[in-house]
């Protein structure tokens, strides 16, 4: 799916990272949003690695046929099958001067992996956003969502709705639930998400290279708060 472009008005100079950005975050914590916005603020590529499997399940690819029964349970699809699509991905020129990961890295090997490929391309790894949330807030925000069909925006029929229910304020095209954003498929998620993901934030704090960020806040103020956060990196170019 394509990053939305965001509203510059509010973003003032535009400024630029040749990094990646790495969104850490269980399911529901505001990945998909903040890394659309982020994507849109810093002119770098939204990697979601959820979206390029649901774009392989829907072109019935063999990755697509791979991967689609384990995402309908709720577990993450094997660490080597994920590898190669990323691989691929960021080698192509619009990652030249970096992405936004949304999804990506969910397991130790993938993060290890990630840190190779990162040498190898040249890119300056790496600035890893972790979104903090109450676990009871995930489950509301995740059986609340609906998202665009045709531009990915993201709206909730609880907190932030659309003005006309079913349809996105922005293009008037249809909203959809995701078929594992169900009870169900959501606690298995949480569950892969603490037993799989979660040393990742331990991974990423040896290293140095993890921010906090407040993600039960609204969604404008997480926005602010990650902006001055790789603004006031000095990242070097
Ligand atoms: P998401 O859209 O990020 O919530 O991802 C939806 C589903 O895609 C997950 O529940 C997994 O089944 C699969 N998936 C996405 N990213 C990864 C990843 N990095 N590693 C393994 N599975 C993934």
Known sequence: MAAVTADRSSVGAI?????AVILLGPPGAGKGTQAQRIAARYHLPHLSTGDMFRDHIRRETELGKRAKPLMERGELVPDDLVLSMVEERIAQPDCRNGFVFDGFPRTLAQAGDLERICQKQKFGCTFVLHMVVEPTLL?????????????GHIYNIYDRPPKREGICDQDGSELIHRPDDTEGVISERLHAYEVQTRPLVEYYTVRKLLSPVDAMAQADDVTASIARILDGAQIPR
Do not use: F, N, V
Request: proline letters at 6%; one cysteine or more; aromatic letters at 0%.
């Open 15 to 19: 400024p630029q990272l040749g990094h």
């Open 139 to 151: 489950m509301r925000r995740l059986t609340g969502r609906r998202i665009c069909k045709a531009g």
